[in-house]
Nanobody
Framework: QVQLVESGGGLVQAGGSLRLSCAAS????????MDWYRQAPGKQREMVAH???????NYADSVKGRFTISRDNAKNTVYLQMNGLKPGDTAVYYC?????????WGQGTQVTVSS
């Protein structure tokens, strides 16, 4: 079993920045992809950013150029640097990880962007 714990959410004004972290613990052998998802009230959960174990990344069009995903494999931690935040980025942000075909979710962290 793998546990994922997010941190770094909060309230920020439009144009501001936040850095989310997600630390994995438990029975870790080799975590493959790690993603960040978000879910706004009344909307479906959507993928925001994706990173493979080798460091290849992919982003949702809505965050390209503003968000950066990175990971520290030695610490089993993935980060999401969010710059130029907009009110539309307000959501609960979830960490997701894949290990040996099993998917794990964190509990989520709230990000609120005020106008």
């Amino acid at each position: 079993q793998v546990q994922l714990v997010e941190s770094g959410g909060g309230l920020v004004q439009a144009g501001g920045s936040l850095r989310l972290s997600c630390a994995a613990s438990g029975r870790i052998f080799s975590i493959d992809a790690m993603d960040w998802y978000r879910q706004a009230p009344g909307k479906q959960r959507e993928m925001v950013a994706h990173i493979t174990s080798g460091g290849s990344t992919n982003y949702a069009d809505s965050v390209k150029g503003r968000f950066t995903i990175s990971r520290d494999n030695a610490k089993n931690t993935v980060y999401l640097q969010m710059n130029g935040l907009k009110p539309g980025d307000t959501a609960v942000y979830y960490c997701w990880a894949n290990q040996m075909g099993y998917a794990y979710w964190g509990q989520g962290t709230q990000v609120t962007v005020s106008s």
